[in-house]
């Protein structure tokens, strides 16, 4: 399964919502109702940390200025008022078949 | 606190092995799926391999694995010592990047998102 972010790279004024996509070549959608599209996020010399867990759940921990969304193929990470502390590149990743895919990445500078 | 620490990482010529280490400390290790994933200098991530909580499935990508032949890298667990290895032989340039081990979220399962990742091991295959 192939995902698509965009855009790669994005910036934007602290307060200002931002918005990244993830579109997958198939659908995320398994059998058990679920669907398996996660979102992290890597800051600069860090592993990446979970956000979002199928495609709505915030994890634990993680402000509600983040949210997600979508179905099926197309799926989007908003983030409300984004702030200096949210820089980093953002992945999305699909579990729903092996091999485990991510997306390309998104840079997210303010 | 839950933690996972990599280690074994090293500079390498290419064809050569490594067996990378994952200390787990913090949670019930046999309990849960533990996964690594790899990133190339200024690259994505690339998830590698998977093992279920009790050792019994292992899956890799497919640039690692062997069709009719062992494949280059293996995964194992020892649950009594809370740590995760990776094995890599015949080692490539391709294969340099930092790794990294997490933590699957759900207990006894497998693929439920990675909640828990180590700060990552370095391997470089140069000649």
């Known amino acids: 399964i192939v995902l698509a972010q965009t855009p790669l790279s994005l910036s934007v004024t602290p307060g200002q919502p931002a918005s990244i996509s993830c579109k997958s070549s198939?659908?995320?959608?398994?059998?058990?109702?679920?669907?398996?599209l996660y979102w992290y996020l890597q800051k600069s010399g860090q592993p990446p940390q979970l956000l979002i867990n199928?495609?709505?759940n915030r994890f634990s921990g993680v402000p509600d200025r983040f949210s997600g969304s979508g179905s099926g193929t197309d799926f989007t990470l908003k983030i409300s008022r984004v702030e200096a502390a949210d820089v980093g590149v953002y992945f999305c990743?699909?579990?729903?078949?092996?091999?485990?895919?991510f997306g390309q990445g998104t840079k997210l500078e303010i | 606190q839950v933690q996972l620490v990599e280690s074994g990482g090293g500079v390498v010529q290419p064809g050569r092995s490594l067996r990378l280490s994952c200390a787990a400390s913090?949670?019930?290790?046999?309990?849960?799926?533990i996964h690594w994933v790899r990133q190339a200098p200024g690259k994505g991530l690339e998830w590698v391999s998977v093992?279920?909580?009790?050792?019994?499935?292992?899956?890799?990508?497919?640039?690692v694995k062997g069709r009719f032949v062992k494949g280059r890298f293996t995964i194992s667990r020892d649950n009594s010592k809370n740590t995760l290895y990776l094995q890599v032989d015949s080692l490539k340039p391709e294969d340099t990047a930092v790794y990294y081990c997490?933590?699957?979220?759900?207990?006894?399962?497998?693929?439920?998102?990675?909640?828990?990742w180590g700060q990552g091991t370095t391997v470089t295959v140069s000649s």
């Open positions: 990743m699909q579990t729903l078949l092996l091999p485990y895919t």
């Open positions: 093992i279920s909580y009790d050792g019994n499935n292992k899956y890799y990508i497919d640039s």
């Open positions: 913090g949670f019930t290790f046999s309990h849960f799926a």
């Open positions: 199928e495609v709505s």
């Open positions: 198939q659908g995320l959608l398994h059998s058990d109702g679920k669907t398996y």
């Open positions: 997490a933590k699957d979220r759900e207990p006894l399962g497998i693929g439920y998102g990675m909640d828990v």
